[in-house]
Nanobody, 116 residues
């Protein structure tokens, strides 16, 4: 069983920054991809970014301009550094982990609200 626990969400003013963290525990395997989706009110869940265990990153269009995904394999942790946040970034951010062959796990989500 794999568990993912997110932290770091909150309220921030436009133009501010937040850093999300997600710690994985359990049988996550040696080869996996960890990353982040987000879901805004009334919208579908969308990919933000992910990173493989060997450091390859992938971002949804335009996300790389302000967001940076990284991970610390020794800590089984993935991070999302979010800069120059805008109100449209308001969403619940979900951590995920994918491992072969078809396993996918989700965190409980952390709320990010960008408002003045």
């Amino acid at each position: 069983q794999v568990q993912l626990v997110e932290s770091g969400g909150g309220l921030v003013q436009p133009g501010g920054s937040l850093r999300l963290s997600c710690v994985a525990s359990g049988d996550i395997g040696d080869r996996n991809t960890m990353g982040w989706f987000r879901q805004a009110p009334g919208k579908q869940r969308e990919l933000v970014a992910h990173v493989t265990n060997d450091g390859n990153t992938n971002y949804e269009d335009l996300m790389e301009d302000r967001f940076t995904v990284s991970r610390d394999n020794a800590k089984n942790t993935v991070y999302l550094q979010m800069d120059r946040l805008q109100p449209e970034d308001t969403a619940v951010y979900y951590c995920f982990l994918r491992s072969p062959p078809t396993n996918q796990y989700w965190g409980q989500g952390t709320q990010v609200t960008v408002s003045s």
